[in-house]
């Protein structure tokens, strides 16, 4: 098995499980290429006073990024309740609202067009966190020399 093909395989698994299959949702946004990186492996970097987001993990194959309703309200400028769950998920799907990341601009495209593609998942995540059924949403980026790809997720205590 070549360097390469191991861990692909890998990813490839761990998106599977993580319900992020590899076939394609037909955006763009999923076909773009990847920066290259193989960043050492950090774990959950809590956030900074005023962060926008954690970085929950991070190697030059994957980064899995967690938003709590507070994070939310920095990201998009929204205080996330039951009436803004429509404007904090349109927020989302704007470019703008990932270009001004620091470590996330790099995959604005990606989020913003994994964001308009599953707007009704991350709506049903958020309505979740408002009624405190969930604890954060949650985006996987698979990120290889040949593409990268965002999904939006839930994730519970």
């Known amino acids: 098995m070549n360097r390469t093909a191991l861990p692909a395989l890998l990813i490839i698994g761990a998106l599977a499980l993580a319900g992020c299959g590899g076939a394609s949702s037909g955006h763009p946004a999923d076909h773009r290429a ?3 990186s193989t960043a050492a492996t950090s774990i959950t970097q809590p956030p900074a006073g005023g962060s926008a987001f954690t970085i929950e993990y991070e ?3 994957r980064t899995v990024v967690t938003f709590t309703a507070e994070q939310l309200g920095r990201l998009t400028g ?15 799907g704007k470019a703008q609202t990932w270009t001004a990341q620091g470590k996330l601009s790099r995959y604005a495209d990606q989020l913003t067009g994994a964001a308009r593609a599953e ?6 995540t958020l309505g979740d966190l408002v009624s405190g059924k969930a604890d954060r949403l949650r985006v996987h980026i698979g990120h ?13 205590g």
């Open 34 to 36: 990847a920066p290259s």
């Open 59 to 61: 190697n030059g194959y």
């Open 78 to 92: 929204q205080r996330l309740e039951t009436g803004t769950v429509e404007a904090v998920t349109a927020a989302l």
């Open 119 to 124: 707007q009704s998942r991350i709506k049903q």
């Open 144 to 156: 290889n020399r040949h593409e990268t790809r965002a999904h939006f997720g839930t994730e519970h």
